[in-house]
């Protein structure tokens, strides 16, 4: 080969060499570019984002006080309610306030017809819906007490719609009412409810508290509605215990509709829930003595020896664990205690005729306390 034919391919081949370094820096600099967008777009986007959130969570108008009147129908879920106050013009987004609320882990929203103005800021109108303050009056308020059964409970929610309990009760138990009301609380109210062993599904669902209605004969469902709003809300503040405690919902319930039933005005709740734990343990059967009267729809001040021969799976002289489930409403200390029951070795308990109740660790110390409290004084 020549001189002059290697200085060509030399060339050739520098050439070559420059023309690739070139293209690369033209690809570094596409690169570079593109990156450089994208990084802003997402930067702006982003944000943007946080911009109108951060706008959406504030007042409509810090200045506009005026009063605007928006009514929260009974059974309303977070996204109507969310949707009621945007249309209203009280927030600027619902679904921010929606994801807001969620966020918050916020919830027991109550219905009624609220007075709010668009200078409110966010956690004040959710502590409004929260607490129930209200434009209107209550047309009334209906009161159910701590320990009441499910057809006690019919004949009070009865009375002022003018409905019979026996009307009541047939709406209670009515299967399409129950699957509706299962659908719409599917955390609350489970499959657990439809064993058929179980007397009335809603039976201890219905919590005791004073509820007010701001119409004059709200249905049954609207009623029903209500109060396991209110059961739900006080259930969830305690739903990640009952996961550690591995009870579920309807156990949980159960228990504490036992505690409630058990209980005096003097009674350790959380010493009775121990020894129903105890119990359940050592494989020993509860004999709580309410379950044999709920078996039998009986209410006495005493239960005979032949009471506790009752054929029925609520009589825990007969079947160990718990009934198939609450044989009344629990309040808020029956369901705590039923959560964090005390630590103890009792496994007997018994009520005094003042009231009082005693607790002991074996069979011979409650035969003596029985002995000295209750066979010694008859």
């Known amino acids: 080969m020549s001189t002059e034919e290697t200085h060509s391919k030399k060339d050739v081949i520098r050439k070559k060499m420059l023309e690739h370094q070139s293209e690369a820096r033209i690809v570094r ?27 959406a969570l504030q007042p409509v108008d810090k200045d506009n006080k005026t009063q605007k009147k928006v009514d929260i129908p009974i059974g309303s879920s977070v ?9 209203s013009g009280i927030i600027k987004d619902a679904k921010v306030f929606k994801y807001y609320v ?25 502590n409004r819906l929260k607490t129930g ?42 299967r399409t009412f129950i699957q509706s009301m299962m659908a719409k609380y599917p955390d609350l109210l489970t499959t657990d409810i ?10 201890g669902y219905l919590f005791p508290a004073t ?19 209110q059961t739900r809300k006080v259930v969830a503040s305690y739903m990640e215990e009952t996961d550690n405690e591995e009870l579920t919902v309807h156990q949980l319930l159960t228990l504490s509709s036992l505690i409630e039933e058990e209980a005096t005005e003097k009674a350790d709740r959380k010493k ?11 494989g020993m059967p509860l004999q709580t003595d309410p379950t044999v009267l709920y078996a039998q729809g009986k209410h006495k001040e005493r239960v005979l020896y032949a009471d506790l021969e009752v054929k029925s ?21 029956s369901i705590d205690a039923a959560i964090h029951p005390e630590a103890t070795k009792h496994l007997y308990f018994l009520a005094t005729g003042e009231g009082d109740v005693v607790f002991t660790n074996t069979l011979d110390e409650h035969n003596a306390a029985k002995a000295k409290y209750i066979t010694n004084n008859n």
């Open 79 to 87: 996204t109507g309610i969310s949707e009621k106050l945007e249309e």
């Open 102 to 126: 969620k966020f918050k882990n916020e919830a027991g929203f109550m219905a009624g017809e609220y007075e709010l103005s668009p200078s409110m800021e966010i956690p004040e109108i959710i």
């Open 29 to 55: 600099k596409i690169v570079l570019t593109i990156t450089i967008v994208t990084v802003l777009i997402l930067g702006i986007i982003g944000g943007g984002g946080y911009f109108y959130i951060k706008s």
């Open 194 to 203: 439809l064993n058929p062993n179980i007397k009335y599904p809603l039976e």
């Open 313 to 333: 799976p609520y009589n825990t002289y007969k079947h160990k664990g718990l009934p198939p489930g609450p044989i009344a409403n629990a309040g808020k200390d």
């Open 133 to 174: 303050k209200v434009l209107q009056q209550a047309a009334f308020q209906l009161t159910i007490p701590e320990g009441k059964q499910l057809k006690e409970i019919a004949q009070i929610m009865g009375a002022p719609v003018n409905k019979s309990e026996e009307e009541v009760m047939n709406q209670l138990n009515d």
């Open 272 to 282: 009775i829930s121990s020894v129903f734990y105890n119990r359940i343990e050592q």
């Open 211 to 229: 509820y007010p209605f701001y119409k004059q004969n709200p249905t049954v469902e609207e009623m029903v509605d209500t109060m396991l709003q």
